[in-house]
C-alpha cells in the first residue's frame, strides 16, 4: 500500500489519473489530492478535482487547492489541449463536497512531517509549484519523501509547448529545478516514454465498451484529445500522459527506468524549461533521478480498463 500525495492540474489527462488512482484503494492511499495552476487556472484545477472525485466515488479524499501560478515567471495555460473548463467537452457540475482548509504547500508539509520518514510518495503532473514551495518553506521534507513520480519534461522527443520544452516543466522552471536540484529521490515520465503510450481508436473503444461512470467520463476525455491530435498534429491516438506516472506506480514492471543527472533551463528565452538529461554519470547508484526511456502501453491500457471497469 502507498501513502499518496497526488498533485495535479485536471486537465484531461490528469483527470484520467485521477480515475485510475481513485479506483485502486487496494494499492493506493490517497492521502489528498493537491492542485495547482496549470493547464487552467488554479479555481478551476480544483473544481475539477472535485468533479472527478464525485464521478469516481471518492469523496473520502479531500481536495487542498494550492499556488495561483510559477513561482517567478508568467503563467502559461495550455486551454487549448484542455478547452475552456480544462475537463474538455465533459459536463460539468458544482461538486458536492468542496475543498478542504489548507493551503497544498502546506498540507504536503503536514502529511510529510505527519508521518514516518520514506512513508509519503507524492505523484505530481502538473507545473511543480506547490513541492518547490513546500521544500522552500520547510527543507526537512525532502529526506522523508519516498519518492516523486514526476510527468515532465523530455529528452529525445523534444518539446510540446516550445520546440525543447514539455509544459509541466516550462510552465514553472523554477520550481521544477528547485525540486531537481533538492535531491529528493524522483522518478520522472517525459514525452519520450508518454509519447509510447498512445490512446489510438481500438483502445478508445475498449474503454468506451465499459459501462462505469469513470469509463464513460474517461472516454468522453480521450475522445477530446484525440480529436485534437487528428487535428493539430494529424494523429491517431493522443498520448496518455498523466496516467503513465500512477500506472506506474501500481505496475512498475510496465516501465524501464535509467539513473540520470537532471537539470532545467531557467535562463535562456529560446529553451526556457528544456530538461537536458545527462546518463553518463561516474557513478549511477548515486543518482537521485530515474527517467522513464520506455513503456508496455498494451500493459498500461490494460491495467487501465480494468480499474475503470471497478
Ligand atoms: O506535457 C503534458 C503535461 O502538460 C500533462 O501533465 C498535461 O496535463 C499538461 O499539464
Ligand atoms: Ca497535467
Redesign the pocket.
Known sequence: MTKLIFDC?P????AVALFLAFASPQDLEILAITTVA??VAADLTARNAAVIRQIAGREDVPIHAGAQGPLVRAPIE?GH??GESGLGALPLFEPARGLDEGHAAQVIIDLVMAHPPGAVTIAA??PLTNLALAIRIQPAIVSRIAKVAI?GGARREGG??TASA???IYADPHAAELVFASGVPCVVFG?DVTHQVRADPARTAAIAAINTPAAQASTNLLEFSNALERDIVGGTGAPI??PCVIAWLLAPHLFTLRPCDLNVETASPLTLGHTAVEFRLADPSAATVLWATEADADGVFALLNERLAR
Open positions: 492540474d486537465g484531461v489527462d490528469d496549470g493547464n495550455a489541449f484542455h503532473t502538473g510527468m510540446n509547448i514539455e509544459y509541466n514525452l500522459h498523466d
